[in-house]
């Protein structure tokens, strides 16, 4: 494949933040090709092309990750260097976030009803459940979310199991949803606006709502799926119940260990901190 060659992990690992301009260009081509194919079925369709072109490279990810496990020794460096594919991932999912939001954001309407019509859907559907100031419906609406964000995490987990690096498509569509909720935050909210110092607030305040708490979930979804991926990775490798094996488990484990408690903290900054800052 043209694009996997073109990605190369070994390379992008020293600097991230380069990895940000794929997930862009992956997402931003898929959109136009999608439209330019399977106009009525654009919203989705979009998704599963961005979703083909990372794969490949996300696939390379994973492996290079299983082979730490084997290579370094120590559990904290171990931790440290698994850091270096979750930012890589993240970098991955803001491109395709921003990406969806510009193109929600500058193109007709006609074409955002094609375009976003399964993600506009997905976000009247879901009823989000707001604190009102009390304990009880703060802890009411903290259960309710992470138990949701766990779910999640469960799909992710699995997909990356049974399909190596199926977490991607999960994550996707996460970032398409995310960026048509800004997107329609910001153009809605920019109807009223006059100055630039207003422009300016309403696009930060539309990031800042879905952006605080949407990160850290996305990071433990991605932590989740990196973990099953290298699981994956090792029973087809390794001896099963082998010695590697025990040793990659045990940090798979330590990795969904700790994508569940960045889970905890989301779910905190969603109830109680949001609607501080907003």
Partial sequence: MVLELLVNPKK??????????????????AVFLSLWIFKGYASIVMVTFTVIASIPFVHRVIELEEKKDLRIKRENNLLKEHSKAISIFLYLFLGFVSSFCLLYLFLPAAIIQNVFSSQIETIITVNPITPIGNFISGFNALSAIFFNNLKILFFCIAFSFFYGAGAIFILTWNASVMATAVGSFIKNNLLHVTSAAGYLQITSLGLL??????????IAYFIGGLASG?????????????????????????L??????????????????VPVVI
């Fill in 230 to 254: 290298i699981i994956s990775f090792a029973v087809i490798q390794h001896d099963f119940m082998g010695k590697n094996f025990k040793k990659i488990l045990l940090d798979a484990l330590d």
């Fill in 12 to 29: 992008i690992s020293g600097k991230p933040w380069e990895i940000f301009f794929v997930g862009f260009a992956y997402s931003f081509i």
């Fill in 256 to 273: 969904i260990l700790i994508s569940i408690i960045i889970l905890i903290v989301a779910a905190v900054i969603e109830v109680f901190l």
């Fill in 209 to 218: 709502q879905y952006v605080l708490h949407g990160i850290p979930e996305i």
